[in-house]
């Protein structure tokens, strides 16, 4: 990723300490290349030198140390932490040593060293706003990780090829069929001549094209065809909506030997792109800008650059260009910039911005973060940043993000889990939150119930009818903030309804209602459960108030029905004695529908006694094994059972049910 990016980064002037020999001549060389920004070429060379210091020269190993680290960091080397650890052992003078000893450690996922070393360099520059924000970000660290985002990633397979860095990925018109990212692997087979970059210590980046077949399927990446492709250091390309103009990244100079890079535009013409042009962005031509984005409307050119005027490091600026010239340019200000690096941004078609920042707090490294422009009280324009979360963020480095249109998909670039620094490709996707209403339309027995259905009706003006399965399940996709009213119904039974809502959802995670219907059968005897009487009375026991309610809302849910009431009994006892028992405890279930406010014409008590023994039904037979389905419980098959399963028997036969008589009532 540095090869582009690290090439313009502001340097420090370096003072030669005193040296001997070839070691004095090594660091002239060492800081002639890091004052030029050939930070892989420069590492090198301290490295070198720094073997070669005596151990009693602290301040120069100490100095020494410390360069060889910025090139590491640079470059994104991971060893950039030991050396660092060096410069302190020798005790370098300068407290910021300190601070990129911690980013350092935050980035390897050493989260308790790096907030000791942030403060400790906060002693000294208590104002650092790097070391500020770096701190902040050590005590949210366990926060993001306990709360990741939704998004899945993966490193991808066919993007990435070993022992090279592929990255900041871009879609090449609205249909994102064509992807090209930027990569520094052998443009072909027989591709010797891989020279090496002496900013990044790696070959030359070029373009790449990915194409899906037509199956959907990606195929083999190719060097992108045209004149944009050069032996220079070139990508991190941005397209305009119509796929036909590309900007680019490109170095001035084949081995990228402290000249900077500019931005470049391509149009496409035919299958391949034409001869780029540069743009100009500065006056001063010695201003390198890269990492181009494109606005949707193809009006405002987004580019990183550490022009005098920005907030430290990179910074984000936008340019209105006309005829490949720039009208005026502007830095984006500080709630996008910081006083450490801005770079990398990318659009999706709705205009919001992405970008990568080591400045913000974060996991680590360049964090990914989502920018929205808003309209301030003053009528001003700003911008409302948000972090992107875990694991689309990591301690490395994350950058490049490449929405697939307006798919919650796409591509990034991450050089995670990657010792030597490479970047690679990277997919992801937000999976869509679903919100469903499923299940089961049965009788109140248990039985499938012939041609059911749910009516469904949202407060948002839709509604649905929807025929269950012969099974009775049935399944309906939810919308979000939406209240439902829900009715099952079927011939020859009562319509049931319920309601749910989708309000206040955890709006993380998809969420399935389930809806269960049972159905009352009109002109059929139903059981009621959980009514109970005193022994040997008719007097109905507390625990019966639940099923009596229950029945009480059924009348009340359809004004229009009557019922007989009838109580059971088991066949011990007397005939007459079980009738009149079951008589009285059949009018104590009526009067108690009465007293709520039932209407007694509709009532009516009936007591059977043992004359009508139970019909073992699916939901009996599924309690119940040893009882068969359309068993009915007579005296003489209960004595055929075990002692257990006799006194089973009588207590189902001892029972309460109800019939519909009729559905009309005073309805003429």
Request: net charge neutral; aromatic share 10%.
């Amino acid at each position: 990723m540095y090869r582009l990016a690290a090439s313009y980064l502001t340097v420090f002037i370096l003072v030669l300490l005193t040296a001997c020999g070839g070691t004095k001549s090594t660091l002239r060389k060492a800081d002639q290349s890091f004052m030029k920004g050939e930070y892989a070429l420069a590492g090198d060379l301290y490295n070198k030198a720094y073997s070669r210091i005596s151990s009693k020269d602290k301040p120069l190993r100490a100095e020494t140390a410390f360069r060889q680290g910025e090139c590491y960091r640079m470059t994104g080397y991971s060893r950039a932490e030991q050396v660092y650890i060096n410069a302190i052992r020798n005790q370098y003078a300068d407290s910021t040593v300190f601070l990129r000893l911690a980013q350092m450690q935050q980035k390897n996922g050493k989260i308790r060293e790096a907030a000791s070393n942030y403060a400790i360099c906060l002693l000294s520059q208590p104002d650092n706003e790097l070391a500020l924000n770096g701190l902040k970000a050590t005590k949210i660290i366990d926060s993001l990780k306990n709360n990741p985002s939704r998004y899945i990633i993966s490193r991808e397979k066919n993007f990435n090829a070993a022992r090279s860095s592929s990255f900041s990925p871009s879609f090449s018109g609205s249909e994102a069929d064509v992807l090209i990212f930027t990569s520094n692997r052998k443009v072909s087979k027989k591709d010797n001549s891989l020279k090496k970059n002496t900013v990044s210590g790696q070959a030359n980046n070029h373009l790449f094209s990915v194409k899906k077949n037509s199956q959907g399927k990606w195929e083999k990446p190719e060097v992108l065809e045209g004149e944009v492709t050069t032996k220079n250091d070139e990508g991190i390309a941005s397209f305009t909506s119509d796929g036909s103009t590309m900007y680019f990244t490109r170095s001035l100079t084949e081995d990228n030997r402290g000249e900077g890079v500019m931005i470049f535009i391509s149009s496409r013409s035919g299958g391949s792109w034409g001869a780029p042009q540069s743009i100009s962005l500065f006056n001063d031509t010695s201003i390198s800008v890269a990492h181009p984005a494109i606005s949707p409307d193809g009006n405002m050119l987004y580019f990183a650059t550490d022009a005098p005027g920005g907030y430290g490091g990179k910074d984000l600026w936008r340019a209105r260009l006309k005829a490949g010239k720039a009208e005026y340019v502007e830095n984006l200000g500080p709630e996008i910039n910081t006083s450490g690096d801005e770079m990398f941004p990318t659009f999706r078609p709705d205009g919001t911005l992405y970008y990568s920042s080591n400045g913000k707090p974060g996991v680590g490294g360049l964090d990914i973060f989502k920018a929205v422009q808003t309209q301030k009280p003053d009528s001003t324009k700003g911008w409302q940043v948000t972090h992107m979360g875990i694991p689309l963020n990591s301690g490395a480095d994350d950058f490049g993000m490449a929405f697939e249109g307006d798919k919650e998909k796409g591509y990034f670039s991450s050089n995670r889990n990657e010792t030597r620094g490479y970047d690679a490709l990277w997919s992801f996707v937000l999976p869509e939150l679903e919100y469903v209403l499923e299940g089961k339309i049965t009788a109140r027995n248990g039985s499938a119930v012939p041609d059911a259905r749910i009516n469904i009706v949202g407060n948002d003006g839709e509604s649905a009818r929807i025929n269950a399965k012969g099974d009775g399940s049935y399944r309906f996709r939810l919308k979000k903030d939406v209240s439902y009213q829900l009715q099952a119904s079927a011939r020859d039974f009562l319509n049931q309804r319920d309601s749910l809502s989708t309000y206040s959802i955890n709006p993380r995670e998809s969420q399935t209602f389930t809806r269960n219907f049972s159905l009352i059968p009109t002109f059929q005897s139903v059981k009621i459960d959980n009514i109970y009487y005193d022994f040997d009375k008719a007097t109905l026991r507390p625990e019966s108030k639940a099923g009596l309610d229950a029945l009480i809302a059924m009348m009340n849910e359809n004004p229009n029905i009557t019922i007989e009431m009838s109580a059971h009994t088991d066949y011990k006892g007397k005939d007459e004695y079980n009738r009149d028992l079951s008589a009285r405890r059949a009018q104590s279930v009526i009067d108690y529908l009465i007293a709520a406010g039932i209407d007694a014409a509709r009532l009516t008590a009936v007591g059977y006694g043992e004359v009508k023994p139970f019909v073992v039904d699916a939901i009996t037979a599924q309690q119940f094994t040893f009882l068969p389905t359309g068993t009915r419980l007579t005296q003489e098959y209960i004595l055929t059972l075990t002692p257990d399963e006799q006194e089973i028997c009588n207590q189902i036969n001892r029972r309460t049910e109800f019939i519909i008589l009729s559905t009309t009532f005073n309805m003429y």
